[in-house]
């Protein structure tokens, strides 16, 4: 059996008190790769003596560059394609049929560098474009992360080539955004206007978001705990108004809570409805 090291086991306890992310004991190469240079900026020499400054100086933002580095993750335009897609062909024409006139409500949490919400929007679009009249209170994506400098990139809305070329199509880039330089896209405005980014940690009360018809919760649940993450889906679900759906990663499943919501097949994937 592996024995941990003790700074590694005093830093994945900061880490999980600090934001919920459990580490295994295989993990401290990546804890060493995300922030060996904020170590070296710093002159901290080891993890048990990076906890200990944190601890002294809970101000100094330290703490928060040390959070920004172990939950920022590299995502994509469309992840997994089907969510969108259901979106597109059966939540929303539900939604606009139930709620004439009402304002759509979607969440993205843990929302990244802001290609989820924005992938959100342009498939609001899409259906619009197909489906002129039926959406008649427009829509809002409330886009969250508890990351502040990933949340300062994705408000501006400004991607390399290497981020537009993962998941988006040459339609789509033509589409919705605009050559702002050499290898530089910027998101159009229309797209921009139906997103709103906030500044949210899943383990902090939802209770200022508002209810919504839609969460989208996906691949962030696996780096919880089994009782973390029953706390958050319990949470979410009181977001949700009666019949919403919550939609979580292609690999993340929702183990019991049958009480909470309904598993809904779609063909593929599989998505809940909130009893």
Known sequence: MTSVNPDFQQFREFLE?????????????LVASRLNRLLEQEQIKSLGELVKRIQAQPRSGLREAVVDAMTTNETLWFRDVYPFEVMKSRLIPEFAKANSGQRLRIWS?????????????????????????????????????????????????EYDSLSVARGLSQDRLVRYFDQT????????????????????????SYAALGKFDMVFCRNVLIYFSGEVKKDILRRMHATLRPGGYLILGAS?????LPELYQMVQCNPGIIYKAR
């Not at 924005?118 to 829509?139: H, K, P």
């Not at 330089?181 to 902090?204: I, Y």
């Not at 993340?252 to 019991?256: F, I």
């Open 17 to 29: 008190k600090a934001c919920g992310i459990v580490l295994g004991d295989n993990k401290q190469y």
């Open 109 to 157: 949490a843990a929302c990244s560098s802001g290609q989820e919400p924005y992938s959100l929007s342009m498939t609001i679009d899409e259906f619009e474009r197909t489906n002129v009249g039926q959406l008649r209170g427009g829509a809002q994506i409330v886009a969250t992360d508890l990351s502040g400098s990933i949340l300062t990139a994705a408000k501006s809305a």
């Open 181 to 204: 330089g050499p290898g530089r896209w910027t998101v159009k405005q229309a797209v921009r206007s139906r997103v709103e980014f906030r500044a949210l940690n899943l383990l902090d």
């Open 252 to 256: 993340e499943a929702l183990n019991g």
